[in-house]
């Protein structure tokens, strides 16, 4: 029997996150061939090189391409998303993907989206028809009148999907894929001990201190659609927590418009206060990640993991700004502008209350098991039809 290539492209390290237990179930099916291509900052050191994390997981990559041109303005974001379409039409036509499996709104899945369905082959979108700010709410429903295959996350976003004219027997509500690593990750108690243990502090800079006591993450990318108010709306947020005089692990921002004014406000933040137990690193593996989520005070910016894993997890999280505008969220989330008082009487907040009861609005942990099933045995046509 003729294995049906399943090409999963990823372009930055939450994508990795956001796909990695539809992988492992690729892996594990006899009439699928897995096929991961990297492109964008999946590639590059500075954010973080997931390659590494990839491999070290046990998956092979097919290709990686250089796609991202740096500078993080909306000039280089459309620019990058040129020079994807080109480099992966190209590869498309070498390794003849049966279906192209994209995930989520970020700009790069645009290069995917094109070079797969002018090609004609098969476009399977996950986490669409959720709603959200910046350009990436625009991305996600564009990219979800091209794909012929469309696994949602909640209810909420399967409805939408409908709404948008899409064919019912090609929708699919299975959750969020990043829950199943968290459930997974939650219910293995027996390594949490181990990775606290482990020596995270060897990767990025600033001070190491005792994870078993009470600290704050902090997670904030850029607004495109506010990307020159990015440094001022970072600094709101990290005068806040120094206020709250607590450890703090910060991750570095994405690659979007806006990310170079993030990371100057971080690295001025960083020599002003060099006394300061602060922790920044590019990226950290999923499950260390996934485990700091549970083990938090409180989560504090505006990733969409505060509000999906934070969701499950119970993780007291602060959203700060628009970038999450609208997306479903649950009792976990204290949403507050960019403006450090109001931020600093959040996390406070938060702190107080402590961990809250899991919720799942995204999903029970088996999304990666419903995708895989579906990828096995969906025939959805290539001409798409619209049923408005």
Sequence with gaps: MKLRKICVVIGSRANYSSIKSVLSEINLSSSLELQIVLCGSAVLERYGNVAKLIEKDGFSITASLDTLIEGETPATMSKSV???LIELSSLFERISPSIVLTIGDRFETMSTVIASTFSNIL?????????????DESIRHAVTKFSHLHFAASKDAAARILKLGERKEDVHLVGCPRIDLVKSMLDDTSSHEHILNQDIFQEGVGSQFDLTKPFLIVSQHPVTTEFELSESQMNETLDAIREIKMPVIAL??????????????MRKFREKYKHLEIHFFKNLPINVYILLMSKTSCLIGNSSSAIREGCFIGTPSVNVGSRQDSRERGLNVIDVPHEKNKILSAINKQIKHGNYLSEDLYGDGMAAKRIVNVLQTSNPKIQKTITY
């Design 252 to 265: 570095w921002p994405n690659a979007d418009a806006g990310s170079s004014g993030i990371s100057l406000a």
């Design 82 to 84: 040129g020079l994807g």
């Design 123 to 135: 476009l399977a979108h996950t986490m669409g028809g959720e709603v959200t700010g910046t350009i």
